[in-house]
Nanobody, 118 residues
Framework: QVQLVESGGGLVQTGGSLILSCAASGSIFSINAMGWYRQAPGKQRELVAAITSGGNTNYADSVKGRFTISRDNAKNILQMNSLKPEDTAVYYC??????????????WGQGTQVTVSS
């Protein structure tokens, strides 16, 4: 089994910054990709940013130039700058993992609230 533990998040004013981190642990052979999704009330969950094992990154258009995802082994960090009220959502860590038994599966964290006040 694999666990994803998120930290960070909270309340910040418009224009402020926050850092989210996510650490994966458990029966891991390799992590193929890690990322962050978010879900605002009444909206579908959407990709925010992702990073592959090779370091390739992908960002939602709405966060390009403001958010940066980085990764160090089984941990990833999402640096969020110039935050806007529309960034308010529950943020979920996501990892595409190949387990020690070579089973590939996508795992999710429990979610962390980010609230940006205007």
């Amino acid at each position: 089994q694999v666990q994803l533990v998120e930290s960070g998040g909270g309340l910040v004013q418009t224009g402020g910054s926050l850092i989210l981190s996510c650490a994966a642990s458990g029966s891991i052979f390799s992590i193929n990709a890690m990322g962050w999704y978010r879900q605002a009330p009444g909206k579908q969950r959407e990709l925010v940013a992702a990073i592959t094992s090779g370091g390739n990154t992908n960002y939602a258009d709405s966060v390009k130039g403001r958010f940066t995802i980085s990764r160090d082994n089984a941990k990833n960090i999402l640096q969020m700058n110039s935050l806007k009220p529309e960034d308010t959502a529950v943020y979920y860590c996501n990892a595409d993992v190949t387990s020690s038994s070579r089973w590939r599966e996508v795992y999710w964290g429990q979610g962390t609230q980010v609230t940006v006040s205007s």
